[in-house]
T-cell receptor, first 114, second 112 residues
C-alpha cells in the first residue's frame, strides 16, 4: 500500500514569493492533516480536513496561508506571500478511522525562504 | 503553553542496553498517547500507543508506560539497536477529538 505522498520534497524561494505544496493521502483515508514543523520542535497542526470539509483550521494563519482539498482526496497548501519565518518542514498526514485513528505522515516538504 | 513536554532533547545509549524516553503532559483531557519515530528527511512513523485506561502496552522491544496520576509516560526500548537511532516524538490526543499535540522530540543515539 502506498503511503502519503508529498511534493515537492524541497523548495527554496525568495521572500514575498508564493509557494504551494501538494499532498496525496493514503487511498481510502477520509481525514487529511497539514502540520508545520519548525526546527527542534514537534509538528503543529495547521488544518484538518474530513473529506473536502476543513473542520479545524484554527491554527492556520489565514492572512497568508490557504488550503483546499477538492473532491476529498488530494490537498494543496499555499503560502502567499512567503516570509522568512515560514522556513520549516510542512508535513501532510492522513488517517482512516478506526478506534484510535492513527495518523500516517508523508515525508514532508522542506521550505527555505531567503 | 506546551501541553506535551519532552524535557530531554537528546539521549545516548549503548547498543544492547535499555533506552528510556520520557514525556510529561499537563492536560487531563488527553485520552490517548502515541509515540512516533522520525528518521532524517522522512516523516514521523507511528511506533506504539496507549489508551488512558491502561498503564502499559508492549510491542516487541517497545513498551510504553503511562502514569496518569503523575501525567507522565515513558517509552522503553530493550535491547536498543543502532537502527533505533532517530528522533522520537510523544503525542497526545484530546478526548473525542482527532487533534494530536506533539512534544518537542528527543534525539536518541545508539552507540555500538
Amino acid at each position: 500500500e502506498a503511503g502519503v505522498v508529498q511534493s515537492p520534497r524541497y523548495k527554496i524561494i525568495e521572500k514575498k514569493q508564493p509557494v504551494a505544496f501538494w499532498c496525496n493521502p493514503i487511498s481510502g483515508h477520509n481525514t487529511l492533516y497539514w502540520y508545520l514543523q519548525n526546527l527542534g520542535q514537534g509538528p503543529e497542526l495547521l488544518i484538518r480536513y474530513e473529506n473536502e470539509e476543513a473542520v479545524d483550521d484554527s491554527q492556520l494563519p489565514k492572512d497568508r496561508f490557504s488550503a483546499e482539498r477538492l473532491k476529498g482526496v488530494d490537498s494543496t497548501l499555499k503560502i502567499q506571500p512567503a516570509e522568512l519565518g515560514d522556513s520549516a518542514v510542512y508535513l501532510c498526514a492522513s488517517s482512516g478511522g478506526g478506534t484510535y485513528n492513527e495518523q500516517f505522515f508523508g515525508p514532508g516538504t522542506r521550505l527555505t525562504v531567503l | 503553553d506546551q501541553q506535551v513536554k519532552q524535557n530531554s532533547p537528546s539521549l545516548s545509549v549503548q547498543e544492547g542496553r535499555i533506552s528510556i524516553l520520557n514525556c510529561d503532559y499537563t492536560n487531563s483531557m488527553f485520552d490517548y498517547f502515541l509515540w512516533y519515530k522520525k528518521y532524517p528527511a522522512e516523516g514521523p512513523t507511528f511506533l506504539i500507543s496507549i489508551s488512558s485506561i491502561k498503564d502499559k502496552n508492549e510491542d516487541g522491544r517497545f513498551t510504553v508506560f503511562l502514569n496518569k496520576s503523575a501525567k507522565h509516560l515513558s517509552l522503553h526500548i530493550v535491547p536498543s539497536q543502532p537502527g533505533d537511532s532517530a528522533v522520537y516524538f510523544c503525542a497526545a490526543r484530546f478526548q473525542g477529538a482527532q487533534k494530536l499535540v506533539f512534544g518537542q522530540g528527543t534525539r536518541l543515539t545508539i552507540n555500538p
